[in-house]
């Protein structure tokens, strides 16, 4: 089992550029999520999934928008890079909302320049 | 809404050294409660787990109570080794629709030898 795969692992932008984000999960899982973590912080989530066709914000949705047109891919896109999106962002899932684990991706690395 | 709350780092030990990572959380109804590690340069893994009240979770040493009176769910273990250098995340998953995978801010553990 692959899991969850995030691609790609490492990534340079020009501020201004867009750039979409990708992660696949062969798990079924209805949730999956997306968040950044920053050198000294911890996980913030930026947008959420509960299901196929569904998304929803959270702690730090501006700038970025998600889609989840296939339950087994949520997308993340960065319509115009700015400098203070640099970080690294993982992708999780998890199964449903009795309490189950969550799964992560490998992380991408962003920079912005 | 639901929340983690762990020790701030940085904490440092030495070899063989006895660790205890404190973990709160704030939550409606009874959630699983999990410990993952961040090894340097990766995504984040599932340390351990407990589902209910009184269940311990173990794994690799590594033991932690889901303390329902306390709210509390610590990490400890007897013997760290320098290979347990990592991060650390208390996290909580909800039995609610929505945003149910809640994570702490982490804590960097560096043991020396």
């Known amino acids: 089992n692959a899991g969850v795969t995030q691609t790609p692992k490492f990534r340079v932008l020009k501020t201004g550029q867009s750039m979409t984000l990708l992660c696949a999960q062969d798990m079924n899982h209805e949730y999956m999520y997306w968040y950044r973590q920053d050198p000294g912080m911890g996980l913030r989530l930026i947008h959420y999934?509960?299901?196929?066709?569904?998304?929803a914000k959270g702690e730090v949705p501006d700038g970025y928008n998600v889609s989840r047109l296939k339950k087994q891919n949520f997308l993340l896109g960065l319509e115009s890079a700015a400098p203070s999106q640099t970080s690294v962002y993982f992708c999780?899932?998890?199964?449903?909302?009795?309490?189950?684990?969550?799964?992560f991706g490998q992380g991408t690395r962003l920079t912005v320049v | 809404g639901d929340s983690v709350t762990q020790m701030e780092g940085p904490v440092t030990l030495s070899e063989e050294a006895f660790l205890t990572i404190n973990c709160t959380y704030t939550?409606?109804?009874?959630?699983?409660l999990f410990w993952y590690v961040q090894y340097p340069g990766e995504g984040l893994q599932l340390l351990l787990k407990a589902t209910k009240a009184d269940d311990k979770g173990s794994n690799k040493g590594f033991e932690a109570t889901y303390r329902k009176e306390t709210t509390s769910f610590h990490l400890e273990k007897g013997s760290v080794q320098v290979s347990d250098s990592a991060v650390y995340f208390c996290?909580?998953?909800?039995?609610?629709?929505?945003?149910?995978?809640?994570f702490g801010p982490g804590t960097r553990l560096s043991v020396l030898p």
């Open positions: 999934s509960v299901g196929e066709g569904t998304t």
């Open positions: 939550a409606t109804g009874y959630p699983s």
């Open positions: 999780a899932s998890n199964r449903d909302s009795l309490g189950t684990e969550a799964f």
């Open positions: 996290a909580l998953s909800g039995r609610n629709y929505g945003q149910n995978f809640v």
